[in-house]
């Protein structure tokens, strides 16, 4: 008995209701109950009757001698359809959803080994041929973010050996001069805390992305119009002529990811522009909607480059950031993941003669 309960046990534990146990169930309940009323039907109709005789009256049912042969066919015939029924339901769920299985074994062998395979057609035109268009989107959107996340850690590795490197180097130096006078050393102390700043601004940076990218939790309401005077007022344009029309663009956001994304546009406004050259910042709403929009005059932008600007470590006319004379590369790329996280809507258009205008419509 005991062997009995384990199984029991076991079975309630493994057990789960698969969608083709379900589907078994649904095609074989309305076969087997519509079976059963027209195995029923002729049977209760059927009347037999004892042979009229000694004075006895016809039996108005089944006879006695008979009804254990009409029981054991009723019994007989609803097994059998029991048994039909569960195994055609069984078997039709099973071709309906052979399609499904087949995309759930390539979908893991895909997540598990090669990003790079698709689902491909499945020949069909119906709900299964659009969840695998769906994945094939999802698996080329991971392949995507994968890659970019691989780029942005051998990027971000680089950037932080380098000024490690030349501490290394500056102090080794130094150290091996014996006749380095006080002057030397107050000089290479120098030059170590200006890569340990500029280290600092790295990281700083890298927070501030890796935050942005994480979304916003608790959004609250603020003006874009008194963000952007706040940002401007503690970034003078020395050389540029500031142009304003900051009208109020109330929004709902992380208040300090919100001003991290004005500055990281008027900085890199500033920092890529020509001498005597103009940034224009404009706030409002616009279809009931808040927007920001930074302007600035500089280098022709080419459309197929615009993408790339807003990658880490990217600025126009090189494939990486390899000095710190105009940052690191990660300006436009703070923007977009503070955008993202806000749900709003980045678009940067290059106008012909030169400059980048960006655009952030909040939702």
Do not use: C
Not at 105 to 129: C, K, P, Q, V, Y
Not at 278 to 300: D, E, I, Y
Not at 327 to 339: K, N, P, T
């Amino acid at each position: 008995m005991n062997w009995l309960m384990n199984w029991l046990t076991n079975w309630r534990m493994n057990w789960r209701w698969t969608v083709r146990r379900q589907l078994t169930f649904l095609y074989a309940g309305p076969f087997l109950v519509s079976g059963l009323v027209l195995l029923l039907i002729p049977l209760l109709g059927t009347r037999v009757s004892s042979p009229v005789g000694d004075g006895q009256a016809p039996l108005g049912g089944i006879e006695s001698e008979q009804t254990p042969a009409f029981i054991k066919l009723v019994v007989f015939s609803m097994f059998s359809m029991l048994v039909i029924a569960v195994v055609l339901g069984w078997q039709v769920s099973g071709l309906f959803l052979r399609p499904l299985r087949i995309m759930i074994d390539t979908a893991r062998d895909i997540s598990a080994t090669n990003l790079h395979r698709r689902l491909g057609e499945m020949g069909r035109s119906d709900e299964f041929a659009e969840l695998a268009e769906t994945l094939d989107d999802l698996f080329a959107r991971l392949e995507a973010s994968f890659a970019a996340q691989r780029r942005f850690v051998a990027n971000a590795s680089h950037e932080l050996r380098t000024p490690l490197t030349a501490q290394r180097a500056l102090l080794q130096v130094t150290l091996a001069d014996p006749e380095a006078s006080p002057a030397d050393l107050r000089a290479a102390a120098r030059e170590v805390l200006t890569l340990g700043e500029s280290q600092a601004r790295l990281i700083d940076s890298l927070l501030t992305l890796a935050t942005g990218e994480q979304g916003v939790e608790d959004a609250l309401p603020l003006d874009l119009a008194e963000v952007a005077r706040r940002v401007l007022a503690d970034r003078p344009l020395e050389g540029l002529t500031l142009t304003t029309s900051l009208d109020a663009a109330p929004a709902k956001g992380a208040a300090d990811l919100v001003e991290s994304l004005v500055a990281n546009l008027v900085d890199n406004a500033a920092k890529h522009n020509v001498p005597g050259g103009t940034v224009t910042v404009t706030t409002g709403v616009t279809g009931r909607r808040a927007t920001l929009s930074v302007q600035n005059t500089g280098p022709v932008v080419p459309e197929d480059e615009l993408d790339r600007l807003f990658q880490p470590f990217q600025r126009l006319g090189a494939q990486r950031v390899r000095t710190t004379k105009d940052g690191y590369g990660l300006g436009l790329a703070i923007v977009r993941a503070i955008a993202n996280a806000h749900h709003a809507d980045l678009t940067a258009t290059a106008p012909p003669g030169g400059g980048l205008q960006v655009t952030v419509t909040f939702p």
